[in-house]
Structures are given as structure tokens and as C-alpha cells.
């Protein structure tokens, strides 16, 4: 057994589990160590019931004040007892547990320990797990790692085989150079790695996040600063005029570009024209109109007879893509054939699609990462374009690019990034700023609101929806597994049906539907034949249905800002008002808070550097605010000052070592090699 033996090589793992573990991308022991804790689980002091407020994890020791009831509530089997102590009563209940009513005494103190939440009018524990007073008093305050879980996949799995690993494989040496460690205080690899799964105490896990954190930063700047290099040095291997036909797509827009597209597109246009590889970077809020420049780069790449790409991350958002810019060329008589390359499609689809695009029949190609697979091969490919960069990787960036020889690139990216983390994120990329929305947008309305709100919310999408207009809701978030999430979307559809008149079509989307449908569902919701779409985050990125003014939230709390900002983004995106409703089912002062900066504000840049200022950049418990980039652990806002160490770390390094000749480097080299270039051999960080 070693770092890269398969998961069936741990103690009772067999063929069918071993199929589990790969599901969530352990396909190695090694992967186990960089499968990271999504957050901790403490077992808390012990609070008396009076304390307990709904919606928290709570430990109450008591004792039972009646015999335990048993019935059937749906087919269920429910039991249900009231519990006491010296200040107040409270239910708990369990649900396929009969046999609690044998087992606990009554008269004896436990502690229970489970989630308070509202039944009836009142609070009750949730299937309180049931300890004796001194095994409690033992673990409390020690920390759990939760980890995230697909179908299948327990916790008590993970913790098992992680714990198998950290055990008895011996972990590889560390790759960074004491120097730098000592440098920035970073713990011991090693050290880092047991701590982050099974932590002594808070400060330990906090200190070996920072360091696995460090390493992924690092690497990252490290590989950017490599691909950097390589792309001084040439100079395009084709040369783009500028052409009228540009000027004349513009012109025959229903809408004027606002001034700042226009700028931006005067800088896009004269570097696409300069006698330097362009590499841009282009950021603008949710809305702000960026589709169209990528769109007028695309055509006239395609006016100099050369071939353009626009790679977006997923299939919904590429085949809307197409769509528009299908429609584009027809409406306008333009001379161009664009085409759609995306996984999902029939492979005789895909087959003619490969054809067009190595013939050189297409001009303008767009689709997902199918466009960077092997098959895909280009006949003079003058442009890449990357929407929604953060969900692409370096490796991914990269390989687009050697689709064709040094071509211009452009990422778009609508998240708000001060300009010091960009310079480091995207090396020296140049960077463009479409800060202007277009002047015919009414501000979204916001409305932050608890539960007790939701029949009138019903009644105002219902409204909107008879005034023409359309609503995405998202469902409440369930963060055990996809396959939970799904249910729960289609049980929640089910219910909102039952609230609204037959004649509104709800339909639903989520992350484990066939691609297939999710395109056929997005379609419908685009020509008005659904006018209410339940949802996950899966509508987030990017989607485009200006006729939809509502975006109702669920469990808004869950949700990083900038997220909630990027779901807000799918509305306002025409004339007609647009309203965003927040529901929150937390009490809590800082929930409101957070929320209430939504509220006031639909400016994205604002809002990222308010929440950061009220998470303070240690809230580690807390939502990934960016979820951007690669990172498994890292994030480029909460950890910013991290991403500073990394990359003067970078710097020095370089300086005196630019090769990574140097024999303490070897291993640093190694795994800067695999993370550029992947391969059989897996990162094991
Ligand atoms: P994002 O920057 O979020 O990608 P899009 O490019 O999808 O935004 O544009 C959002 C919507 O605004 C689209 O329907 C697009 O046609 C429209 N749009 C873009 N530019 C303008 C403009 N200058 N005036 C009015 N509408 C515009
Ligand atoms: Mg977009």
C-alpha cells in the first residue's frame, strides 16, 4: 500500500466502495490527504434548555419527563419525548429509531445533542444523537472534520480512510524550502496535514490551513510566472487589420454600446491589431454587457479570414452563446459560420462539428471544454476567449492557447477583484473594465425577508409572472450530497406547483440532470414556456433571460455575497423592473448584516469589500466568499494577504533560482511540473 495504490487498498474497502471514493475524485490514497474538511464539527459546551434558539447545533443535558410515544407519520416511524431540566422543557425527536423507547431510562440524565429547529409552534431537537454524561464531558470541545460527501459516501467513511493514510503511509517530503517557511512561519507539511483533518485545537487548524493554502498559492504563481515567460518572447504569428464590418455590427445593434464598452472595445480592437500577442483581461459586473465585446473580437478575427473561440464553463451558457450569435449574423447578413462544440452532443454531431472547425469552414467556434479536447483541432486559430475565467484552471487556460500557435486571448470575468490581487491572479495580463451598466436598467429592487414571508413572495411572482414577466427561485441549500439537493429541488417544486395556479409552469434544474436537459429545460425557460424555474446555483454563471424579474433566494444566509450577487445578476438584465427577494431562515445579527449589505447596494466591487471587512479574512467557517479559481482551500479574498506572502515568496525564489536547478528545488520542480502539465502521475501536494 503507498500514496498512489487505489482506495480498495484500505481495510474493509472493496471493488463497489472503491467506486464511491472515485466518484468524489479519490482515485488514489494520496488524493484522501487534499480531500479537506469543508468545515468542523465541535462538540459544544453544554447548554441548559433555556438557551437553546432554533436553528443551532445545541448539547442539552437532561432527562426524559414522559415515556417516548412511537407512531407512524407518513409511513415513518416517529418517536417523540419531551425532555427537562432545572429551566424548561423541550421535544425531541427521532425519526426510525423505535427502540429508544427500551433503552433510554427514564429518570436517567443524558446529554442529547442535535439540531434545534421549529416544529409547530415550538422548538424541538432533530434526531438528537444521545450520549452518556461522561463520553460527553470526554469529547466536548474536540473537532470533527466534515467533509463533503457524494451519494454513497459517508463521513464516517472518509474520517476512516484518512485516518488509515495519515497513519501508516509515510507522507512525502516537504517541498518548500525552510527558508521560506521559516520565513512566513509555515508549518511542517506533515504536521499541516494531520492537523487539518483531525486538529488538536482551533490555532493548529488554523495554522495548517494557512499553510496548505500557502502551497496552493504558490504553485499557482509559480506555474502562471512560467507560462508567462514563454509568452514574451513571441510575437503573434498572424497579423489582424482593423475592418469596417465591425463599425457596422455596432451600428446595427438594437442598442448603443455604452461608453464604457466602447472603450473597451477601442482597447480590444488595437491590440487584436497590434504586433504583440494579446493577453486581456476583462472584468465587468454581472450585466454590464461584456458577451458583445467578445462577440465583436470574434468577428473580426473571423473578418481577417482567421478562426476565433469562446470557451465557457458550462453547456447551458455556451449553447446560449451560439444562439445570439447565430441570430447576430442572420439578423445583420454577415458573411460568418459559427459553431457549437459541446460535450453533451450526438457523436456524429460532434464529428461534423471537428470537421468544420479543422476545414476552416467555421469562423467563429463556441462551446465548453470539449474545445480543448484532443479531437478538437483548429485550422488557424487567431483568438481564445475564456468567459466566467474562474471556473477554468492555468492547465486549461493553457491548453486552449496551444490550440493554435500564440493566439490572442481574452478571460472575461465578472468577479470584482481589486486591482492588487489581479495583478497577482493574472500576472500581467492586461486588464479592461467595463464599469457602466447600460442606462436603460432600473436598479434591482431588494427586499431582505424571513420564512413567514414566503406565501406572499408566491403571490408577487405570481403577479409578475401574469404581467408577462418571469422568476427563478433557488432552492434551499443542502450541503450533505448532490443527490439530496436534487430531491430537495424536486420536492420543493412540487410544493411551490401547489402554491401557484395551473396555469404557470414551474420546472426545475439541478446539478445531476442529463445535460441534455438542463438544455432543453434553459431553452423553454428562454421562449416563455416555463415561467417559474426552481433552481440550484447551477443558473449562477452567466445565464442570460432578460424577460425574468424575479430572483427569489432561499436560505440567502448560506451564501457567500458574491454569490448572491452573481444570482441577482440574472435579473434586471432588460428594461422592465426586476426584484430580488432574500430569504433568510437565521436569526442572527450578523446574518442580517451581511445580508442588509445586498440590500443597500447592487455594486459588486462595494459589496465584496464590505463583506470582507464583516468577515474579518480569518472567518475560515464561513462561505467561500469567491469560490475562485482552482483553489481547494485557498481563497483569493479571504486569504489575500496569503497570496501576498506567495508570491513575494514566488519572487525571491525566482530570483535566485530562476531554472529551479538547485538540488533543494528538485522536489518543488517535480510538483510544479505535474501541476502544469497533469499527467498519470497525480499532485499530491
Ligand atoms: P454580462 O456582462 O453579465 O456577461 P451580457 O453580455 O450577458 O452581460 O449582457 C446582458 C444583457 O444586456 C444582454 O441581454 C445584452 O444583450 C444586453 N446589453 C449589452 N450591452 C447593452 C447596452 N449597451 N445597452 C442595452 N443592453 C445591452
Ligand atoms: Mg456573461
Excluded at 44 to 72: D, F, H
Excluded at 483 to 489: C, D, G, K, T
Excluded at 503 to 523: C, D, Q, R, S
Excluded at 537 to 542: C, I, L, S
Aim: net charge neutral; glycine share 6%; hydrophobic share 40%.
Amino acid at each position: 500500500m503507498n500514496m498512489c495504490s487505489g482506495p480498495d487498498a484500505l481495510k474493509g474497502v472493496g471493488e463497489k466502495t472503491k467506486k464511491i471514493f472515485e466518484r468524489a475524485g479519490i482515485f488514489q490514497l494520496g488524493d484522501l490527504l487534499h480531500y479537506y474538511p469543508r468545515a468542523y464539527d465541535i462538540y459544544e459546551n453544554m447548554k441548559s434548555i433555556s438557551e437553546i434558539r432554533e436553528g443551532e447545533t445545541a448539547a442539552v443535558c437532561a432527562s426524559l419527563s414522559c415515556e417516548i410515544t412511537v407512531r407512524y407519520v407518513k409511513r415513518l416511524n416517529l418517536s417523540t419525548v419531551i425532555l427537562r431540566d432545572s429551566t424548561g422543557c423541550l421535544q425531541a425527536f427521532w425519526y426510525n429509531m423505535p427502540y429508544l423507547k427500551n433503552t433510554l431510562k427514564p429518570g436517567k440524565r443524558y446529554v442529547f445533542r442535535g439540531k434545534a429547529v421549529r416544529k409547530g409552534r415550538q422548538t424541538a431537537l432533530e434526531q438528537p444523537a444521545i450520549f452518556d454524561i461522561d463520553a460527553y464531558v470526554n469529547i466536548q470541545g474536540q473537532m470533527q472534520p466534515l467533509y463533503p460527501l457524494v451519494d454513497g459516501l459517508t463521513n464516517k467513511m472518509v474520517k476512516k480512510a484518512v485516518r488509515q493514510v495519515l497513519d501508516e503511509l509515510e507522507i512525502s517530503e516537504d517541498m518548500l524550502p525552510d527558508s521560506i517557511r521559516e520565513k512566513w512561519k509555515l508549518d511542517d507539511y506533515q504536521h499541516a496535514l494531520s492537523q487539518i483533518h483531525f486538529p488538536d485545537n482551533e490555532t493548529n487548524m488554523r495554522q495548517a490551513r494557512q499553510r496548505l493554502v500557502f502551497d496552493e498559492f504558490f504553485l499557482f504563481i509559480l506555474a502562471l510566472r512560467s507560462l508567462r515567460n514563454d509568452r514574451i518572447v513571441v510575437r503573434p504569428s498572424f497579423f489582424l487589420e482593423e475592418k469596417p464590418v465591425t463599425a457596422q455590427v455596432i451600428q446595427n445593434l438594437p442598442f448603443s454600446l455604452t461608453a464604457a464598452q466602447q472603450k473597451v472595445w477601442r482597447e480590444l480592437e488595437q491590440d487584436l491589431t497590434g504586433n504583440q500577442v494579446m493577453a486581456r483581461l476583462i472584468q465587468g459586473d454581472v450585466g454590464s454587457g461584456k458577451t458583445i465585446l467578445a462577440v465583436l473580437a470574434l468577428i473580426l478575427t473571423a473578418a481577417n479570414g482567421l478562426q476565433g473561440a469562446l470557451m465557457v464553463p458550462t453547456e447551458v451558457l455556451a449553447r446560449q452563446h451560439y444562439e445570439s450569435i447565430t441570430e447576430l449574423i442572420q439578423k445583420q447578413a454577415l458573411d460568418f459560420k459559427a459553431v457549437l462544440l459541446t460535450g453533451s452532443m450526438t457523436a456524429k454531431e460532434k464529428r461534423e462539428a471537428y470537421q468544420k472547425i479543422s476545414s476552416g469552414f467555421a469562423d467563429i467556434i463556441i462551446g465548453t471544454h470539449a474545445l480543448i479536447q484532443e479531437k478538437a483541432d483548429y485550422q488557424n486559430l487567431a483568438l481564445v476567449i475564456t468567459d466566467e475565467q474562474h471556473r477554468f484552471g492555468v492547465r486549461q487556460r493553457e491548453a486552449f492557447a496551444a490550440k493554435g500557435i500564440t493566439p490572442h486571448m481574452i478571460v472575461m470575468s465578472a468577479t470584482p477583484i481589486p486591482r492588487t490581487l489581479a495583478v497577482i491572479i493574472y500576472g500581467d495580463l492586461d486588464i479592461s473594465v467595463v464599469d457602466e451598466l447600460p442606462a436603460d436598467r432600473l436598479p434591482i429592487k431588494n427586499c431582505v425577508v424571513d420564512t413567514s414571508y414566503r406565501t406572499k413572495a408566491y403571490a408577487f411572482i405570481r403577479n409578475e409572472v401574469e404581467k408577462g414577466r418571469q422568476a427563478y427561485v433557488i432552492c434551499p441549500m443542502v450541503e450533505e450530497s448532490e443527490s439530496i439537493e436534487a430531491e430537495n429541488v424536486i420536492a420543493y417544486t412540487r410544493q411551490l406547483c401547489e402554491s401557484l395556479p395551473d396555469t404557470i409552469t414551474v420546472e426545475y434544474l439541478h446539478g445531476k440532470m442529463k445535460p441534455a436537459l438542463k438544455n432543453e429545460i434553459m431553452e423553454r425557460f428562454l421562449k416563455n414556456e416555463i415561467q417559474v424555474l426552481v433552481s440550484t446555483t447551477v443558473v449562477e454563471v452567466g445565464v442570460n433571460v432578460p424577460n425574468a424579474t424575479v430572483m427569489m433566494v432561499e436560505n440567502a444566509e448560506r451564501f457567500g455575497l458574491a454569490q448572491l450577487h452573481q444570482l441577482r445578476g440574472r435579473v434586471g438584465r432588460g428594461k422592465e423592473q426586476s426584484y430580488c427577494i432574500m430569504v433568510h431562515s437565521s436569526d442572527s445579527k450578523k446574518t442580517k448584516q451581511r445580508l442588509e449589505i445586498l440590500n443597500q447596494s447592487n455594486d459588486g466591487f462595494f459589496i465584496a469589500g464590505e463583506d470582507l471587512k464583516l468577515r474579518g479574512p480569518g472567518d475560515l467557517f464561513g462561505i467561500r466568499q469567491s469560490g475562485l479559481m482552482e483553489f481547494r482551500l485557498g481563497d483569493v479574498f479571504q486569504d489575500s494577504a496569503i497570496l501576498q506572502w506567495a508570491s513575494e515568496a514566488a519572487g525571491r525564489l525566482l530570483e535566485t533560482d530562476e531554472e529551479l536547478l538547485l538540488p533543494e528545488h528538485q522536489l518543488l520542480k517535480k510538483k510544479l511540473s505535474i501541476y502544469i502539465h497533469g499527467g498519470t502521475e497525480r499532485l499530491n501536494l
